[in-house]
């Protein structure tokens, strides 16, 4: 009998460590120092290997709630990141008009920190949609 991964130890991994990763990898570059860039490239590689690690190892195969909590988390993940990338459009273009680059020049720093907080985002509603069932 081959052992599987949990559904919800595949998400909290995928989700909600690799983002942890995301959003440190992204923090650390925006510091001018070689050091902080070489630990966030390592993060942000390790967090590579990880996801790449879960694609081919041996997953629980998710019910239909569990596929359906997916995607209400995934959705409302979704719509959250617009109203960000949105708000940071609007704060990126008053400091251009305004003169300021400096918003504009960490745009990898912004992107990762995103990216990271959206994967830690959806994990938590994933987590919560399957412990309260659906609501």
């Not at 120092?33 to 993060?43: D, E, G, T």
């Not at 409302?76 to 990338?85: A, C, G, S």
Request: net charge negative; proline share 1%; hydrophobic share 50%.
């Amino acid at each position: 009998m081959k052992r599987e991964l949990p559904i919800r130890t595949k998400n909290f991994i995928e989700s909600i460590i690799c983002g942890a990763c995301w959003f440190f990898g992204g923090l650390l570059s925006g510091f001018d120092n070689k050091i902080c860039l070489i630990i966030s490239s390592i993060i942000l590689l390790g967090s590579g290997f990880v996801l790449v690690f879960l694609s081919i190892v041996n997953a629980e195969e998710g019910d239909e709630m569990s596929e359906l909590h997916y995607l209400k988390a995934k959705a409302r993940t979704y719509d959250t990141v617009l109203l960000i990338f949105l708000l940071f459009a609007v704060i990126g273009g008053i400091n251009r008009i305004m003169g300021h680059e400096e918003f504009i020049s960490k745009w990898r720093i912004w992107i990762l920190m995103l990216i990271g907080l959206m994967q830690i985002y959806a994990g938590v509603l994933f987590s919560k949609y399957e412990k309260d069932g659906d609501d």
